[in-house]
């Protein structure tokens, strides 16, 4: 059985910092791409950061570059997010996707969402 956890989120001052993690169970989680998306109320569901399987590379939202990293760590089977600088136009409910195509199949799996409130 596939798993997708999310942790961390919450409530940060603009300015502020969180981490989000993204553990997986049941998968090969190094042949998996990982993404953050995050959906702000009455928007649409936008893609923040993703990393790919080895070489692990990254890529960013022009919204967020040079204030998001995102990193893997495959023998804890988890994806991160580490936001700094946060803006009050950050606050949404974050998600994390795997996914990789496997045998001309496209496999993936959401976690359950994480909210991050930026707020004065």
């Known amino acids: 059985q596939v798993r997708v956890v999310q942790s961390g989120g919450g409530l940060v001052q603009p300015g502020g910092s969180l981490r989000l993690s993204c553990a997986t169970s049941g998968i090969t989680f190094s042949t998996y791409d990982m993404e953050w998306y995050r959906q702000a109320p009455g928007k649409e569901r936008e893609l923040v950061a993703t990393i790919t399987a080895t070489p692990g590379s990254t890529a960013y939202a022009d919204s967020v570059k040079g204030r998001f990293t995102i990193s893997r760590d495959d023998a804890k089977e988890t994806v991160y997010l580490q936001m700094d600088s946060l803006r009050l136009e950050d606050t949404a409910v974050y998600y994390c996707?795997?996914?990789?195509?496997?045998?001309?199949?496209?496999?993936?799996?959401w976690g359950q969402g994480t909210q991050v409130t930026v707020s004065s």
């Open positions: 996707k795997a996914h990789r195509i496997l045998a001309g199949v496209r496999l993936q799996y």
